[in-house]
């Protein structure tokens, strides 16, 4: 699928992060960016940042994963690719939320699924994730009908896609909210 050594470059570092072999992951994604910024391509550039933003974000480096998705989301902005520019809203709203910043994640997520629901092309796992995001947020802010309402939408959306983990935490939080 990928032919650059950009591209390359990245697919290995996916595969290394699946594998959990960070150390490795964040070398390649570091060489790929190297390699983007010097060839000029905006959208890998992108994809590799994010894949920084995630190794920084599985060791807990919040400050750092916000730097690296920043980033990613500006070129992805000026590139206008709106479905890889709102995956990487949503993990920046989900940043925000596990650092306590309600505010700012809910901001990222309205953001994120305004460009979901924009594009018709939008797989239903995509959109069922950044909705059980904004669900657990409004959870935790005490908003419990608007949480009810958004984890029904994200448990059809994973009934959709065949994710059961998802339908299973759907229902959980749902029978929570009604008080089950």
């Known amino acids: 699928m990928m032919s650059s050594p950009s591209a390359e470059l990245i697919s290995r570092g996916l595969e290394a992060r699946r ?17 983007c910024r010097k060839a000029n391509d905006k959208l890998l550039l992108a994809e590799a940042l994010a894949g920084l933003g995630q ?13 690296h998705f920043g980033e990613a989301v500006e070129l992805l902005r000026k590139e206008g690719d709106g ?25 990222c997520y ?5 460009l979901y629901r924009g594009n018709e092309q939008t797989p239903a796992l995509e959109l069922a994730n950044a909705i059980r995001g904004y669900a657990l947020l409004m959870g935790d802010c005490g908003d419990a009908e608007e949480a009810k309402y958004l984890w029904y939408e994200a448990q059809a959306l994973y009934e959709q896609a065949g994710v059961e983990a998802g339908v299973a935490e759907s229902r959980s939080h749902i029978a929570f909210l009604l008080g089950r």
């Open 55 to 67: 190794i920084e974000r599985d060791e807990g480096k919040a400050h750092g994963a916000l730097k």
């Open 110 to 114: 309205e953001e994120a699924l305004a």
């Open 19 to 35: 594998e959990k072999r960070l150390a490795d992951a964040r070398h390649l994604f570091s060489a790929a960016v190297e390699h």
């Open 83 to 107: 479905r890889r520019l709102a995956h990487t809203i949503r993990h920046v709203a989900d940043i925000h939320r596990e650092q306590g910043q309600p505010a700012k994640a809910a901001q």
